[in-house]
């Protein structure tokens, strides 16, 4: 299918950048613009690796809630177990995904805050989110001017 | 259809419109009001910038300043109330802090359709990197040093002498879960899914919050880039919206935080046991490194609820601007936690 949604993404920063950005004479305008086409950049790079990582993430997520799971109030437990059961129909689709991610995250907000938790839960709680911080495909795209001129 | 020009001019002539109402709102026998160069700048995240000189006449004579205007932007970073900063500049007016006089209030955006603020504007050049920039280290290690100063200069203010106890609040408890509470409420306004990193972390510093020794006059966003700056010298430290009493090493741990290092610190001349070492000397207090820590930790909690309270206002289609999900301050909050247990 051509033009591909990456070459459609990068096709529109490139206009962007060339066409419209040049006619933007009003600095506040022109800054919003550059950020926004930082972004779109940042965008187009990172979606093909969206369903790679949600599908990672689900994955590492659920272990880690099973390992905690005996060490949690029976009432997340049995959230947990739910979670387990739920058939993984579809899983290629990126809403589903997506869905079954926000439910883990969820549980894992809840589980993580459990003040009974032993040091050895804590440290693969910890370790869990810096691999996950560490994979997100999505970055902050810093303002493109951190300097400015009040006076 | 209207041009990008037309819709800037309509803008500017709605703004001009509004500020010569809020004068004659002040001062009643003003007339002759004129303003010129109203612009509004690039810089200011969660604020609209406008410069401009204003003359007028009165029953005191002739008037002429040169101003800034502060007004919330529709969608914004930091939801604050223009009274708290105006209260503050009052309050500094005499101090040895410097920071811009300020001239009046649209509190509830009666004249000038958001929460404004109008102040002097005071001539320097803001430079969010200074420390980090092209100057010579000899220039930036004395800018860093006079930064500071600046620090310890708003944290020996006698609030209570120039009322700010009772235009800020006096913390009824401790200040550490006081700006927890308060961050935290934000965090619950503004969160669209679920974070469990920064729940984790929020539960890690409910249980090890530290107390506070003193209660002082406390910036809540000291950096570079809040300032103006004049060769080796800082004119005005500027965006006091989130100034609040609180804890001593709120301020220093916001400028000791690793994830802001290269604002506020100077690899191998100014790092984070040089400042503490610089403000014990300045101050006499001896700094908990555990305590500072928990501070560094809120510091990098606080900006990931600023960036999620972006990510809410872009998605409710309020701001210009798109943030991410903060993943990138995890870890380090992670890292300074497992140090500080």
Same mark, same amino acid.
């Given at each position: 299918? +051509? $033009?591909?949604?990456?070459?459609?993404?990068?096709?529109?920063?490139?206009?962007?950048?060339?066409?419209?950005?040049?006619?933007?004479?009003? $600095? !506040?305008?022109?800054?919003?613009?550059?950020?926004?086409?930082?972004?779109?950049?940042?965008? =187009?790079?990172?979606?093909?690796?969206?369903?790679?990582?949600?599908?990672?993430?689900?994955?590492?997520?659920?272990?880690?809630?099973?390992?905690?799971?005996?060490? /949690?109030?029976?009432?997340?437990?049995? %959230?947990?177990?739910?979670?387990?059961?739920?058939?993984?129909?579809?899983?290629?689709?990126?809403? *589903?995904? =997506?869905?079954?991610?926000?439910?883990?995250?969820?549980?894992?907000?809840? *589980?993580?805050?459990?003040?009974?938790? &032993?040091?050895?839960?804590? @440290?693969?709680?910890?370790?869990?989110?810096? *691999?996950?911080?560490? @994979?997100? $495909?999505?970055?902050?795209?810093?303002?493109?001017?951190?300097? &400015?001129?009040?006076? | 259809?209207?041009?990008?020009?037309?819709?800037?001019?309509?803008?500017?002539?709605?703004?001009?419109?509004?500020?010569?109402?809020?004068?004659?709102?002040?001062?009643?026998?003003? +007339?002759?009001?004129?303003?010129?160069?109203?612009?509004?700048?690039?810089?200011?995240?969660?604020?609209? #910038?406008?410069?401009?000189?204003?003359?007028?006449?009165?029953?005191?004579?002739?008037?002429?300043?040169?101003?800034? /205007?502060?007004?919330?932007?529709?969608?914004? /970073?930091?939801?604050?109330?223009?009274?708290?900063?105006?209260?503050?500049? @009052?309050?500094?007016?005499? &101090?040895?802090?410097?920071?811009?006089?300020?001239?009046?209030?649209?509190?509830?955006?009666?004249?000038?359709?958001?929460?404004?603020?109008?102040?002097?504007?005071?001539?320097?050049?803001?430079?969010?990197?200074?420390?980090?920039?092209? +100057?010579?280290?000899?220039?930036?290690?004395?800018?860093?040093? =006079?930064?500071?100063?600046?620090?310890?200069?708003?944290?020996?203010?006698?609030?209570?002498?120039?009322?700010?106890? &009772?235009?800020?609040?006096?913390?009824?408890?401790?200040?550490?879960?006081?700006?927890?509470?308060?961050?935290?409420?934000?965090?619950?306004?503004?969160?669209?899914?679920?974070?469990?990193?920064?729940?984790?972390?929020?539960?890690?510093?409910?249980?090890?919050?530290?107390?506070?020794?003193?209660?002082?006059?406390?910036?809540?966003? !000291?950096?570079?880039?809040?300032?103006?700056?004049?060769?080796?010298?800082?004119?005005?430290?500027?965006?006091?919206?989130?100034?609040?009493?609180?804890?001593?090493?709120?301020?220093?741990?916001?400028?000791? #935080?690793?994830?802001?290092?290269?604002?506020?610190?100077?690899?191998?001349?100014?790092?984070?046991?040089?400042?503490?070492?610089?403000?014990?000397?300045?101050?006499?207090?001896?700094?908990?490194?555990?305590?500072?820590?928990?501070? #560094?930790?809120?510091?990098?909690?606080? /900006?990931?609820?600023?960036?999620?309270?972006?990510? #809410?206002?872009?998605?409710?289609?309020?701001? %210009?601007?798109? !943030?991410?999900?903060?993943?990138?301050?995890?870890? $380090?909050?992670?890292?300074?936690?497992?140090? *500080?247990?």
């Amino acid at each position: 299918m +051509r $033009p591909s949604v990456e070459e459609q993404l990068l096709g529109t920063c490139r206009i962007l950048e060339t066409v419209v950005a040049p006619a933007v004479a009003e $600095p !506040f305008a022109r800054t919003i613009l550059d950020n926004l086409i930082a972004n779109l950049r940042m965008v =187009t790079e990172a979606l093909p690796a969206v369903p790679g990582f949600l599908r990672w993430d689900n994955a590492a997520t659920l272990s880690l809630l099973q390992d905690m799971r005996s060490a /949690l109030p029976s009432g997340l437990a049995a %959230n947990i177990d739910a979670a387990l059961e739920t058939a993984e129909n579809d899983m290629l689709e990126s809403a *589903a995904q =997506t869905a079954r991610n926000d439910l883990l995250r969820a549980l894992l907000a809840e *589980a993580a805050c459990n003040p009974d938790l &032993s040091p050895d839960l804590h @440290r693969a709680i910890q370790d869990h989110m810096i *691999a996950r911080a560490s @994979r997100v $495909p999505m970055r902050y795209v810093p303002s493109a001017t951190p300097s &400015s001129t009040r006076s | 259809m209207a041009t990008d020009a037309q819709e800037t001019d309509a803008i500017t002539g709605h703004v001009a419109d509004g500020l010569a109402q809020l004068v004659r709102h002040a001062i009643p026998s003003a +007339r002759d009001i004129q303003f010129t160069g109203l612009t509004r700048s690039a810089g200011g995240l969660s604020r609209e #910038n406008w410069s401009f000189d204003a003359t007028w006449n009165d029953d005191c004579g002739f008037h002429m300043h040169r101003l800034m /205007l502060m007004r919330d932007a529709s969608g914004t /970073l930091l939801k604050t109330e223009r009274r708290r900063e105006f209260d503050v500049l @009052r309050a500094l007016e005499g &101090s040895a802090v410097v920071a811009p006089a300020v001239f009046w209030m649209d509190p509830d955006g009666q004249f000038l359709g958001a929460p404004s603020l109008i102040m002097e504007r005071v001539s320097g050049h803001c430079d969010y990197m200074v420390l980090n920039g092209a +100057r010579p280290l000899e220039e930036r290690l004395e800018l860093a040093h =006079t930064f500071l100063r600046l620090l310890t200069d708003i944290q020996a203010i006698d609030w209570q002498a120039r009322g700010l106890g &009772s235009s800020l609040g006096v913390p009824a408890g401790s200040p550490s879960q006081i700006a927890l509470g308060e961050w935290e409420a934000e965090y619950r306004r503004v969160q669209l899914e679920a974070h469990p990193e920064l729940d984790y972390v929020l539960a890690w510093m409910r249980r090890t919050a530290p107390q506070a020794h003193e209660i002082v006059l406390v910036h809540g966003d !000291f950096k570079p880039g809040n300032a103006l700056i004049e060769g080796t010298r800082i004119t005005a430290k500027l965006d006091w919206e989130t100034a609040h009493l609180g804890d001593p090493l709120e301020d220093l741990g916001w400028i000791t #935080n690793p994830v802001r290092r290269r604002e506020h610190q100077i690899p191998g001349h100014w790092e984070r046991a040089h400042i503490v070492e610089a403000y014990t000397r300045l101050t006499g207090r001896v700094v908990d490194d555990t305590a500072l820590t928990w501070w #560094n930790v809120f510091s990098c909690w606080k /900006l990931a609820v600023i960036q999620l309270t972006a990510v #809410n206002e872009f998605v409710s289609g309020r701001y %210009n601007r798109v !943030f991410q999900t903060p993943s990138w301050l995890f870890r $380090p909050m992670l890292q300074m936690m497992e140090r *500080a247990a």
